[in-house]
């Protein structure tokens, strides 16, 4: 069984997106996440903001690289809402740290901040329907 199978015999709400639309969402996002993470790795890199400021985006990368694994690798929905939810935590943490020092990094986040509040509310849902 492919990796993806399991996802879509799950029951999920009559508003879920088609699966195809996550693939260049996710691109999308992927590319503004490299060019803002990048700046603030950066930045911190030249001394220009501290390492804390930084920690946030580290965290998120990390919650944001989990959910594949969990959500289709191990199957396990409770897992991935979990970490879904700090994924979402984490925006909102660097968003705020970042604001002082570069605003540009915080409205680029904009967009991922939408879908992953899209997405964690989409990710409960399931998991409640499959539980």
Do not use: C, E, R
């Not at 709400?13 to 060019?35: D, K, M, N």
């Not at 991935?80 to 990094?105: E, R």
Request: proline share 6%; charged share 5%; hydrophobic share 60%.
């Amino acid at each position: 069984m492919k990796t993806y199978d399991s996802y879509s015999k799950l029951i999920k709400p009559s508003w879920s997106p088609p699966s195809w639309i996550f693939g260049p969402v996710w691109t999308f996002l992927y590319v503004l996440i490299f060019f803002s993470f990048g700046s603030v790795f950066l930045m911190v890199w030249q001394s220009k903001i501290s390492f804390i400021i930084a920690l946030p985006f580290i965290l998120n990368l990390i919650f944001n690289f989990s959910f594949t694994p969990l959500q289709f690798g191990l199957k396990n929905n409770f897992l991935a809402a979990i970490d879904i939810l700090l994924v979402l935590a984490t925006i909102f943490w660097a968003m705020i740290v970042i604001y002082p020092h570069t605003q540009w990094i915080f409205y680029l986040q904009i967009p991922y901040l939408l879908w992953v509040s899209f997405a964690t509310i989409l990710q409960l849902t399931i998991t409640f329907l499959n539980s």
